[in-house]
């Protein structure tokens, strides 16, 4: 035990001098340890003295089926055999033809060409650019500007951070960035006395329809996070919402771009958060969980007419984008697992009794004198702190986190919002373990 207590140290003393770690002020970590993760089992992560954390994030929403999925092993294993990497500029392979095929195949064929890219932000970047160079081919070079909704986030590159709505993200780099405008958030906990999550849908889309009606020659895309604004604290909003700036899009002949990074793969209780809208964006973008959590890939699915436009023998019509790894056959063939994984288990009907389960479960911390606005969709549950003191209110997320760590639990809070965003493989004794430990470090925090 002294042993792998040493070894233990030695990790975290050789990562605080060499590892600069993302979204972290590192000072912090000289009073919260950094947490050496030595395997991983199902929704289990384990450090080096076997102390397990209940991965209730899915490392930060992209494990879906489980650390050390057997399924997804065994093809990532076959695929290290056969071909680990080729540059998509003039060739192609099986993974990503299939993968892009599938894909295509689940938005009825409407979304049929996939661009291929490592991360999130990357694809907005994509999305972004494309619509972009779509409206200078078709001659209508003025229409520039994106629209973004408040409190959106969609990655911390410079296109990506221009449309997200997060200061403490982007102020700091404002002079970087270019200008985009922002709309009314739908979230539902804005609704006024009496109003309904659909009435504050319908403002919602009334602002984007003022913002259009003054601005639509100039305007590119209108860029949206589907059924729920994750990182602002998990903002949820009606399906009406999507159906009713998709028929504004088509009025006003502006892309709608469909950020589903975070709330696509099921997430949301429908494969693609759109689908529960029943619309289709012009471009969506997938990440995270596409390929499991196994191995970066990012994607950008749009329509044909799009694609059309793009189609020339002048070079500069082409869509001028790219990276190394672009479409590479070990991330793919991880996709194709999980695309499996979905089908063959029918995972989004099994998901529908597990997230019932877990609310059941959750029915104390909905009802805590301390919580406010306990809300679920699909498999993401999200619920807001009351914290009186100010001091309090500011350190609520990391002392959430150590209390939650000493608890077995992987919690990170968002602000004083706390919100579960498990894997799909959730059984009924790690359930009620959660629920309970979710609440034990609540009480612990606020009490």
Known sequence: ?????????????????????????????ETVPLIPVSHGRGVWLYDHQGKRYLDAISSWWVNLFGHANRRINAE??????TLEHAMLAGFTHEPVVKLSE??????????????????????VEIALKMSFHYWRNSGRSGKQEFV????????ETVGALAVTDVALFKDAYGPLLRASRTVASPDARNAREGETAQDVARRAAQDVERLFAERADKIAALIVEP???CATGMAMHDPLYLELVRALCDRYEVHLICDEIAVGCGRTGSFFASE?????????CLSKGISGGYLPLSLVLTRDEIYQAFYSCDVTRGFLHSHSYTGNPLACRAALATLAIFREDDVIARNRVRAARLTAAL???????????????????????VEDDAGKAATFSRRFFAKAVENELLLRP????????????????????????TLATFDAVTG
């Open 363 to 385: 029915a104390p911390l909905a009802a805590h004198e301390r919580v406010r606005n306990f809300r679920q969709r699909g498999m993401i549950w999200a619920f807001d702190a």
């Open 76 to 81: 990532l294993r076959e695929q290290l055999e």
């Open 227 to 229: 059924l729920v604004q």
């Open 276 to 284: 529960q809208a029943g619309i289709w964006p012009d471009f969506m």
């Open 414 to 437: 968002i602000g004083r919002t706390v919100y579960l965003m498990p894997p799909y493989v959730l059984n009924d004794e790690e359930t009620a373990l959660l629920a309970q430990r």
């Open 1 to 29: 035990m002294v042993e792998l207590k040493d070894a233990s140290q030695d990790w975290v003393a050789r990562s605080l001098k060499s590892v600069w770690h993302p979204c972290t002020q590192m000072q912090h970590h």
């Open 148 to 155: 973004c909704l408040e409190g959106s986030y969609h990655g």
């Open 102 to 123: 599938q894909l295509s195949d689940l938005t009825g064929n409407v979304l049929g060409h996939a661009f291929y890219a490592s991360d999130g932000a990357s694809a």
